[in-house]
């Protein structure tokens, strides 16, 4: 391991990582951004990278109109260096969950707690009187190695939105895998989206993460473009993909409970396909494609019910 690898440090990890500006007295009236990492405990990455852009907005004193707020996602899980507890934080952002909790009802998962603490910092936020908008970016990245892209749900604000920054977008994963964070958040009629840097473990994944909150709080004008190396991390956006095309996702192959699957080697994140290709075996049985297009999503991981996604041009 080399010396200078970020590493978490799980012991002072809080849910809330900071805001800024710190004290109220310094807020002006502007966009909020919510921004939120390690939804999935195994991907600290967006959590460093939200570290990384507090460091530098206190210690440069930067003037930022309206709040940014960055937050832990599964903040045990990321203390344990896991994924989940019990359930996957990203499927259980439901408006149902939420009305259970808000009646007070107890759920039998722990990652019930973590989206009610979630759920929370989002109302707050809410009621705020300086918030003219509340736009949110949630961190994330993969088991496999893929370029940085952005995810986001149909909906038009959300779509333009995700189209300001210089990656390629896939839209419409909500109608396979409902109840992620971004999709509660969506549904609360906030703008954002899900940005997936790459693999879990690649420093790089932090560069793009951080380049890419540098970037939406100058589109959001809360930041004035010269106040920070713009282009730097504009360019570093736009060199990291090999396509800046919009997608949308037209198939999910599911993995039942108690099934094996294993996605064949050699697929990376939008690797071209035909129909008629060999994709995956599930339970020994070989999967081939029934759609040309591009593979979103192939899980090289024993965690996870998504075997693979397919996604064509939008
Ligand atoms: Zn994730």
């Known amino acids: 391991m080399k010396a200078n690898r970020e590493i978490l440090d799980k012991e002072t990890l809080t849910r809330v990582i900071g805001q800024y500006p710190y004290e109220p007295t310094n807020q002006t009236r502007g966009s909020y951004l919510l921004v939120s990492g390690g939804i ?16 530098k907005l206190r210690k440069e004193n930067l003037s930022l109109k309206g709040k940014m707020v960055g937050v832990t996602g599964n903040l045990v899980a990321l203390k344990k260096g896991v994924r989940m507890i019990d359930k996957d ?23 019930a707690s973590e989206f009610n603490e979630l759920m929370k910092i989002i109302e707050n936020l809410e009621d705020e009187e300086l918030n003219t908008n509340l736009h949110f970016m949630d961190l994330h990245t993969t088991s496999s190695n893929t370029p940085p892209y952005i995810s986001v749900n149909r909906r038009e604000e959300s779509f333009n939105f995700a189209k300001q920054m210089p990656l390629p977008v896939v839209k419409g994963i909500e109608k396979y895998i409902p109840g992620h964070f971004d999709h509660y958040q969506t549904m609360r009629g906030h703008t954002g989206f899900t940005m997936e840097a790459g693999q879990h473990d690649d420093p790089k994944s932090i560069d793009y993460h951080e380049a890419a909150i540098w970037v939406i709080m100058v589109k959001t004008d809360m930041l004035e473009k010269t106040a920070i190396p713009y282009d730097h991390y504009h360019s570093l956006l736009e060199n990291a993909s090999p396509t800046h095309d919009n997608f949308e996702v037209t198939y999910r192959q599911e993995i039942g409970e108690d099934h094996y699957f294993r996605m064949d080697p050699g697929y990376a994140n ?20 029934n759609y040309s297009g591009r593979v979103f999503l192939p899980l090289y991981q024993t965690q996870g019910s998504d075997g693979f996604f397919i996604v064509k041009p939008a």
Do not use: W
Request: with cysteine; net charge positive; aromatic share 6%.
């Open 40 to 55: 999935h405990g195994n991907e600290p990455s967006g959590v460093l990278a939200i570290q990384r852009v507090f460091k």
């Open 89 to 111: 934080l990203n499927r259980v952002c439901t408006l149902k969950n939420e009305e259970q909790l808000k009646a007070g009802k107890a759920l039998d998962f722990h990652e």
């Open 270 to 289: 939008f690797s071209k396909i035909n129909k008629g290709q060999r994709l995956a075996t599930l339970d020994g049985e070989t999967i081939v494609s």
